[in-house]
């Protein structure tokens, strides 16, 4: 079974522009969840996807958004970006067993963004 | 709010030893605990679980130890290996009415030397 995968793997742009990511997630997975990782911060919870809706969110500006299409795959995008989105975006994919206790996530290579 | 201590940051060991890597959380909701691997470049890597029911959990080399009374549960790494070598962050993780939330602990950065 393929794993998670992300596109583009790196980005460089400038202050002020947007970018959009793309997540596809493990076959038959409903729901991707986005981190934004950085050295200081750590993992930090950005959004998570389920059925192409929004299920929770973290404590991000609204720069921050993100959908979720039927076959699953998920993009986020970052409007007007600041030097201090520079950082690796994770995508993690899980099944999200409707009304199950535990769940499992599994995290694609990261896109590595650099704002400059 | 709710977070995940992991100690210690940094951890040096040479090749054969063990190492052990500890996290305490707060939130009391908290059922299913994950361990992931990191590797320079990669997105971490799910490498052993354990559920709130659950006590010990091994896996060929590693095992995962869980008291919730003490809100602590611990990685294992029995005859480390210089493949080891990697970030390695603990999350915990609670589920409200079918959603999930995931606290990832800070990160221990394990160096095996050979």
């Known amino acids: 079974k393929a794993g998670v995968t992300q596109t583009p793997r790196y980005l460089i742009k400038t202050r002020g522009q947007q970018v959009t990511l793309s997540c596809s997630p493990i076959?038959?997975?409903?729901?991707v969840s986005w981190y934004q990782q950085t050295p200081g911060q750590g993992l930090q919870f950005l959004f998570e996807?389920?059925?192409?809706?929004?299920?929770n969110k973290g404590n991000f500006p609204g720069r921050f958004s993100g959908r979720q299409f039927s076959n699953s795959r998920s993009e986020m995008n970052v409007s007007t970006l600041e030097l201090g989105d520079s950082a690796l975006y994770l995508c993690?994919?899980?099944?999200?067993?409707?009304?199950?206790?535990?769940?499992?996530?599994?995290f694609g290579p990261g896109t590595r963004l650099t704002v400059l | 709010g709710e977070n995940v201590e992991q100690h210690p940051s940094t951890l040096s060991v040479q090749e054969g030893d063990s190492a052990v890597i500890k996290c305490t959380y707060s939130?009391?909701?908290?059922?299913?605990f994950p361990w992931y691997k990191q590797e320079l470049g990669k997105g971490p890597q799910l490498i052993i679980d354990?559920?709130?029911?659950?006590g010990e959990k091994k896996d060929q080399r590693i095992a995962v130890t869980l008291n919730k009374t003490a809100k602590h549960f611990s990685l294992h790494i029995t005859e480390t290996q210089p493949e080891d070598s990697a970030v390695y962050f603990c999350?915990?993780?609670?589920?409200?009415?079918?959603?999930?939330?995931?606290?990832f602990g800070t990160g221990t950065r394990l160096k095996v030397l050979a």
């Open positions: 993690a994919s899980s099944f999200s067993r409707t009304g199950g206790a535990y769940n499992e996530q599994f």
């Open positions: 076959s038959g997975h409903r729901s």
């Open positions: 996807y389920f059925s192409e809706t929004q299920r």
């Open positions: 939130d009391s909701a908290s059922n299913y």
């Open positions: 354990i559920r709130s029911n659950v």
């Open positions: 999350a915990a993780s609670s589920s409200t009415s079918g959603t999930y939330k995931y606290i």
